[in-house]
């Protein structure tokens, strides 16, 4: 795999005083057309130490414009960084559409560097890398572009690269003691790097190896690859960009749907539901003041049909709790900044921190229901949610997250009769616009959605309760017990 | 000043289950109207411990919708909060237009405690209202709606009150030896709150004085005093809300101006040019890398005429740095998450941690610029932008951060043999479109405009520099030096 990048590629001061400006003129054009574009890149700097990486990412922020570069440098994660799942630091800085943002130091290193030093076994690196894929698969199906570099010195050529950064005195702060004992371990840094990146070498991110020992030669292979994949990205109009596949689904040809097969006569009389209210919104308040809590975060998940009692549930956790623990995040449609992101992005920058609560009203789940069903993206977007919502809750759970879904389910005839009666009071908050009355017609179309949606997400570790709200008490009650048995779980 | 709120208000039951449904309909139906107001609301909960801060934080998220209630509790600040200026952390939780946020522990905290324990002086106190009381100020100018809340409790009362927390198993966690060593505190707490109060309590934002003993009585009185405010707020037609008073301004009778004073056939030769970029890059390079650039940040801004050579200025510096170190603000029109907050909201989310450097390309200068001649916003919101940037770049003086500002002037000749050039070439980074020929068609308004900037701005802790560019050069070498000056005289 590092064959190439041990032959001695050299480039000399002619050909390189003659490519560079052409080369730069070019990259500021493409930059120019993509501030116009709708996609952002990724562009990510890794390898060997010494090999250059850091003078490469200098480089490209002397050749374009730095305006609408983000370099990103990977130091120690902050303690608000720490508190949440892994990626919630790259999530925060990736760049928006039109923007280039360099990661100098990225999602690869802590998995390899902790393998590197033998604190996981192969098969945690290889599902690390396996979770990089996904991660970087639902990045480039957003419509990223992702260049990624991973420089490469030989044995030899390391060690002589750090005597000689060693030797100038204008560079020997860069050489730590830190990099010595790195080196001790080039051979199996070297190997499990290889490893590393033959896994995750996809069609859609492939990375390209770039030999380190003359700065002419590295600074010039990146300069004009970045350009290469630039171009190749815009010079494409968007209609033909290849469509995703869309994978094949069951057709429902009988009646049997999971969410029909409800009974939803269950009931509580209003004495039980008194007295379980009080005991259960009890127990939360308890388990939220658990000593373990502080290790954990609650995020609840509430979906339903149009009226089927969502806020009137939230209200029931939420009076229990204590204010400064929590937060009730009501989604509606994306914001400019958030439309610039992938799909994901604006669940991950709310994000809990240890010992907090988030109650979502209405999810990330619109992605398959509400969008799916009104056509607001393709039919390759909504059928590759399903797999990034599972990679996004299994992050949140590996991060000691307590994720609890619940779907409230009305009949139909249930929510006519609230519609009506809503339409009849004052209250403002109970108003019935058209848009609930175009939904309903929609009724039988979100019934698939949201059995395919069960089907897809409610996994072991996030699963799905399927909550029978005709009536409101019974329904409450069971959304409070489940979560107090989830969290109790988790203590 | 706490004298009524020692009378013993009491509330009884009858009188409260009769007020609160009807209060919580009004709450409720006021949130909504809210929701589609163009100002956010912002509900400040201090004063004594016991007094039922915590539980009335609880009472209004349980009364009102808590999805479009933000709460936030001040516990100590994190590390990423900590390395920037202490307002940092309220600026990056104010709500956006039409939702509340309420804040539990508040900018007054740290400096009412700081003072009791004895660790400020009197006049530190004062300044630091003196400081709340504009930045409050710049929040209802931005319209805002301030809702301030002190919860008070007679010396006696708060002993009962702990004892009564104490002795009861399900409260007993909540009183902690802290507050029984605040409590010895309580006679100096109340005079310098008091002290504190009586000099923030401006017509703007008024602190609202609650007695705490009883819970129905103060839960009462602070839901009827929001309910007031947002209704007495949202009642109002946009239109009617009083315009602000515009200060007058000098009249330019003359043609004496700071901005036609600069000497611009200032120059350098090529040699001399060389020689001094290598000289003060590297300068910059080792300031940058000096142990105490630790404890530093540097924000640059860059304003100028249209083709006065920014970019260029600001490439010579960024070509000095180590591309991790720096990030490159190109500043355009306000994002739809940005347009919902306060003017300066979206320059204090891009404030650098501690060894960082930032350049902004524009800044927040746009407000008296821009904004200012095209009629963006009303006169009365550019004239106090003035001294809002001075209280925004006092605090960042105050966190070691070095501020430079630089004007790049050229000539109109000069901008227009610029222009034509730019014209010829094919650089698509230097195209020149219609608005650069509409500002040219205004120079003159922009020359008194900057004029204005500079007079009002240009501060002892922030001064600006005038940079003559007609030759670039010259430009290019004075920034360098004088950002390598005020980086050596704050290491």
């Known amino acids: ?130 979770r990089i894929i996904r991660f970087e698969k639902m990045l480039t199906d957003e419509g990223a572009l992702i260049l990624k570099f991973w420089f490469h010195l030989s044995k030899d050529e390391q060690h002589k690269r750090l005597k000689s950064l060693e030797k100038d005195p204008h560079t020997r ?22 490893h590393a990146l033959r896994q995750t070498s996809t069609s859609e991110a492939p990375w390209t190896i770039v030999e ?11 300069g004009k690859a970045v350009l290469q994949g630039l171009r190749a990205r815009l010079d494409v109009p968007r209609e033909q960009r290849q469509l995703m596949a869309v994978p094949p689904q069951i057709p429902a040809i009988d009646d049997l749907l999971l969410i029909r097969s409800l009974d939803l006569t269950k009931s509580i009389s209003r004495e039980k539901y008194e007295e379980e209210l009080t005991e259960y919104q009890r127990k939360l308040a308890l388990l939220t003041r658990h000593d373990n809590f502080r290790k954990i975060s609650v995020i609840a998940v509430f979906e339903g049909n149009d009226a089927a009692g969502k806020g009137g549930s939230i209200r029931r956790i939420t009076s229990a709790l204590d204010a400064r623990q929590y937060r009730v995040m009501p989604v509606a449609a994306p914001t400019e900044d958030e439309r610039a992101q992938p799909y994901l992005w604006r669940f991950w920058r ?7 609560f988030a109650v979502f009203d209405r999810s990330w789940y619109g992605r398959v229901l509400v969008e799916r069903i009104e056509g607001y993206c393709a039919p390759g977007d909504w059928m590759r949610a399903y797999s ?16 609890v879904k619940f779907w409230l389910t009305i009949s139909k005839e249930e929510q006519l009769r609230r519609f009506e009666e809503r339409e009849k009071t004052g209250f403002k908050r109970f108003k019935i616009t058209a848009e609930d009355w175009r939904n309903r017609e929609k009724w039988e179309q979100y019934e698939l959605a949201i059995c395919d949606m069960i089907d897809r997400t409610s996994t072991e570790i996030a699963p799905w309760t399927l909550v029978e709200a005709n009536d409101k008490h019974y329904a409450r009650i069971k959304v409070l017990k489940t979560i107090c048995k989830a969290i109790e779980r988790a203590l």
């Open 1 to 130: 795999m590092f064959e190439s990048a041990e032959l001695g590629h050299r480039i000399d001061k002619e050909r390189y005083r003659k490519d560079v400006p052409e080369l730069r003129e070019a990259l500021l054009n493409a930059q120019i057309d993509l501030q116009e574009a709708d996609f952002p890149v990724i562009i990510i700097i890794a390898g060997v130490d010494g090999a250059g990486k850091g003078e490469t990412v200098n480089i490209l922020n002397e050749w374009m414009d730095p305006r609408h570069i983000q370099t990103n440098a990977l130091d120690a994660p902050t303690e608000e960084e720490f508190e949440r799942p892994r990626m919630w630091r790259f999530w925060r800085t990736l760049p928006p559409k039109g923007k280039i943002g360099i990661y100098f130091g990225s999602w690869y290193s802590a998995p390899i560097v902790d393998h590197v030093i033998g604190n996981t076994k192969n098969a945690e690196l290889d599902q690390s890398m396996e």
């Open 173 to 194: 702060w860069r050489v730590t003691s830190q990099d010595w004992s790195n080196f001790k371990l080039y051979d199996r840094f070297r190997k499990v790097s290889e």
């Open 212 to 222: 380190g020992t003359d700065p002419r030669y590295r600074s010039l292979t990146v």
């Open 350 to 356: 709310h994000l809990p921190r240890k010992a907090r």
């Open 388 to 403: 990034e919502i599972n990679d996004f809750e299994e992050q949140l759970v590996r991060n000691r997250t307590v994720i």
